[in-house]
C-alpha cells in the first residue's frame, strides 16, 4: 500500500513541541544533531516508503506457514528484513561497542512508528530483537554479551520473549516452565509458551529466546521465576550457529490479523539455555526489555493509525459521490463536512498520539543522559499512558478509516480493514491496556502524584505564555489541565486501591486527552496563528479535549456500582 512518511510532523514534534533539543545537548547523545537527525528520519522513511510498504499487502494475503516444523514467512519478507538489517534500523539506540549506533530512544521510536505504518507484521520482528539487546545489555553476563550482541545489532540474528503460558496468561507468577541446572552454568529449560511473535522465521541465522521459568528452589509467584536466553541454535566455539537446540514450534495461532507475523507456540523439551541476570529475579530483567516495547507497542498503534488515516485520505480525495456542499469543491466526497470531521479528528489524534509517545522517548532518552530520579519518574509515569494511548488511537482511527470508506471499507480487497485487524491485537499485548491504566493509577501514583503534578506545572508554564496569541486555544487547555490537577491530587488520596483501578482507564484516557491539548498547543504556537497546525489544533481542542471532563467524572466513580449486580444478575 502507498505510504508517505510523515517526516515535517517529526521535525515540528522534536523541534518544538516535546524538548528533543535537551536530548542533543547532554554529552550521553550529542551525536544527535539536527542534521543526524534529519538524515535517520529521512533514510529511514524512505526505507518504510520504497520497500516494507509494498509488502503490507502480502503479508495479509499470503500469512506465514509451518511446514514441517519450518516457518515459511509472507514473500517478500526476506528481503523486506535485509533492507531492516543492513540499514541498521534495528539498533539505533543500541550500545556502540556491540555495533550499534548509541543513538537515542527517540530516534528509534519514530523510525518504528514509520515501519510500523509501512509493515506492521514484519516491524513486529525487530522490536522484539530491540528489547532483547537492551535487556541483555543490562542484565546478561559479559560471556553472553559478547556471543550474542553482535549478532542481535547486526540483525544477523532475531530475539523473541517468551512470557506467556496457556493456563497463567497475565499471571505470570502462574507458569509452569522449569529450569534444571546441568551444569558449567547452563540450565536445561522444559514447558510451552503461547503468543510468541515471530518465535521462528526463515531469514535469520539464530533465533534467540528469552524464557522466563522456575528454578526447582524457585518460590512461587513472581518472586521465584528466573530468566533464561535460550537459542534455536547453539554457537558453537566460534560464537556461530551450531548444533539444533531442543526447541521447537509447535504450532502457529490463527490471528484476526497481522498474519505476516508468524505467533508460535513453542515447546522447550530440556533445551539448553543461560541465566540473564540473578537467580530468581528474571522478572526484573524481563521488565526492561518489556518497558523497551510497551512504548514501541504504543507506536505500532500510532503507525497503524497513520496507515489507515493516509489510505482513508487517499480514498476521500478520489471517491466521487453526492453533490458537492461547498462552492468550489472538489467533487468528492472529501467535500462532506461529515467526511471532513473524521479525516481531521483522525489526523489530530495522531498528533496527539505521536506527541505523547516522543514525550516518552524524550524522557527515557534524559535518565540515560542524566540519571535524574526526576527524568526517571516521568518515563514512568508516561510510558502506559504511550502504550494505551497509542493503541487505543491505532483502533479508533482505523475504525474510523473503514467509515471513511463506506462499505468499499468492509471489503477486504481495498485493504481498509486490514488496518482494523493488525492493529486491535496491540492493546492486549506486551500489558493489556487495562493493565496499563492500573499501573498508572497505582504504581505510578505512589508518590503522591508528583510526577504527574511536575509534568503539568512544566506544561502548564507553557500554555500560559500561549494566552497572548492564541488566547482561544490556551484558555480551554490550561481549565482542562487544571480539572486534570484535581483528578490526579483526588486519585493519590484514595487508599482502597479497588476504587482507583475502577476509575483506571478513563483516568488515563483524560490524562491522554489534556497532554494532547498541550501538545496541539505547543505546535501551534511554534507555526503561528492562520497556520495548518492551529487550524488543526483548533479541531482537537475545541472538539476533542473537552471528553476529558466526562472521562474524569467516571474515574471518580469509585467501585461500588461495579459490583452492586451480582454475578447472576450479570447473566440474566
Not at 5 to 24: I, N, Q
Not at 43 to 59: F, I, K, S, T, W
Not at 345 to 370: G, H, P, S, W
Request: charged letters at 20%; glycine letters at 12%.
Amino acid at each position: 500500500m502507498p505510504y508517505r512518511a510523515p517526516l515535517d510532523e517529526y521535525r515540528l514534534l522534536l523541534d518544538h513541541v516535546v524538548g528533543f533539543d535537551r536530548v542533543a545537548a547532554t554529552d550521553r547523545f550529542a551525536e544527535a544533531t539536527p542534521d543526524v537527525t534529519a538524515a535517520i528520519l529521512s533514510e529511514a522513511g524512505r526505507m518504510c516508503e520504497d520497500v516494507l510498504a509494498p509488502l503490507q499487502r502480502a503479508g495479509d494475503l499470503h500469512p506465514a506457514k509451518l511446514e514441517n516444523g519450518i516457518v515459511r514467512t509472507s514473500p517478500g519478507f526476506a528481503e523486506g528484513y535485509k533492507a531492516i538489517a543492513e540499514g541498521g534500523w534495528v539498533s539505533i539506540s543500541a550500545p556502540p561497542e556491540h555495533g550499534g549506533m548509541g543513538l537515542p530512544m527517540t530516534l528509534t521510536t519514530a523510525v518504528n512508528e514509520m515501519m510500523s505504518a509501512a509493515c506492521l507484521s514484519l516491524q513486529l520482528n525487530p522490536l522484539m530483537t530491540q528489547g532483547q539487546i537492551e535487556a541483555l545489555d543490562h542484565h546478561a553476563s559479559d560471556a553472553l554479551k559478547a556471543i550474542y550482541l553482535p549478532k542481535l545489532v547486526s540483525g544477523e540474528w532475531s530475539g523473541t520473549m517468551n512470557l506467556t503460558e496457556s493456563q497463567a496468561g497475565s499471571d505470570v507468577g502462574a507458569l509452569r516452565t522449569r529450569a534444571e541446572p546441568i551444569g558449567d552454568g547452563a540450565y536445561a529449560i522444559t514447558g510451552q509458551k503461547i503468543y510468541i511473535s515471530w518465535g521462528d522465521n526463515d531469514f535469520t541465522a539464530n533465533v534467540c529466546h528469552l524464557v522466563l521459568a522456575r528454578l526447582p528452589d524457585g518460590k512461587p509467584g513472581t518472586k521465584g521465576i528466573s530468566l533464561f536466553l535460550v537459542p534455536k541454535f547453539i554457537p558453537d566455539a566460534d560464537g556461530e550457529p551450531g548444533e539444533r537446540n531442543a526447541l521447537s514450534v509447535v504450532s502457529l495461532e490463527h490471528k484476526m490479523g497481522l498474519h505476516g507475523s508468524p505467533t508460535a507456540v513453542m515447546q522447550y523439551d530440556g533445551a539448553t539455555g543461560w541465566l540473564v541476570g540473578e537467580e530468581h529475579d528474571g522478572m526484573r530483567a524481563m521488565f526492561t526489555m518489556m518497558n523497551n516495547a510497551r512504548l514501541g507497542v504504543g507506536g505500532e498503534g500510532i503507525g497503524a493509525a497513520e496507515g489507515a488515516y493516509q489510505h482513508a485520505l487517499a480514498h476521500a480525495r478520489e471517491r466521487v459521490q453526492g453533490r458537492s456542499p461547498v462552492e468550489g469543491g472538489t467533487g468528492t466526497i472529501i467535500d462532506h463536512a461529515d467526511v471532513r470531521r473524521m479525516l481531521l479528528e483522525m489526523k489530530a489524534e495522531i498528533f496527539a498520539a505521536r506527541a505523547i509517545a516522543l514525550a516518552c522517548a524524550v524522557a527515557i532518552d534524559m535518565q540515560t543522559a542524566t540519571d535524574d530520579a526526576a527524568w526517571a519518574a516521568r518515563a514512568a509515569l508516561l510510558t502506559p499512558i504511550a502504550k494505551a494511548f497509542g493503541t487505543a488511537t491505532g483502533m479508533s482511527v482505523a475504525e474510523t478509516g473503514i467509515q471513511v470508506h463506506g462499505g468499499m471499507g468492509y471489503i477486504e480487497e481495498t485493504g481498509a480493514a486490514q488496518f482494523y485487524r493488525d492493529v486491535r491485537v496491540t492493546a492486549i499485548y506486551e500489558g493489556a491496556n487495562g493493565i496499563q491504566a492500573m499501573d498508572l493509577v497505582g504504581r505510578k501514583m505512589m508518590d503522591g502524584g508528583d510526577a504527574a503534578l511536575a509534568l503539568l506545572d512544566e506544561l502548564e508554564a507553557r500554555g500560559r505564555d500561549a494566552r497572548g496569541a492564541l488566547a482561544d486555544l490556551a484558555e480551554p487547555v490550561l481549565a482542562a489541565s487544571s480539572a486534570l490537577r484535581e483528578g490526579v491530587e483526588w486519585l493519590a488520596g484514595q487508599t482502597e486501591m479497588n476504587a482507583r483501578f475502577a476509575g483506571a482507564a478513563p483516568f488515563l484516557r483524560a490524562f491522554a486527552r489534556v497532554l494532547g491539548g498541550h501538545y496541539h498547543l505547543a505546535a501551534a504556537m511554534a507555526c503561528g496563528e492562520g497556520s495548518a497546525q492551529a487550524a488543526l489544533a483548533r479541531v482537537y481542542i475545541m472538539r476533542m479535549l473537552p471528553e476529558h471532563a466526562a472521562l474524569l467524572a467516571a474515574a471518580r466513580q469509585g467501585a461500588a456500582d461495579l459490583y452492586a449486580l451480582d454475578v447472576e444478575d450479570m447473566a440474566r
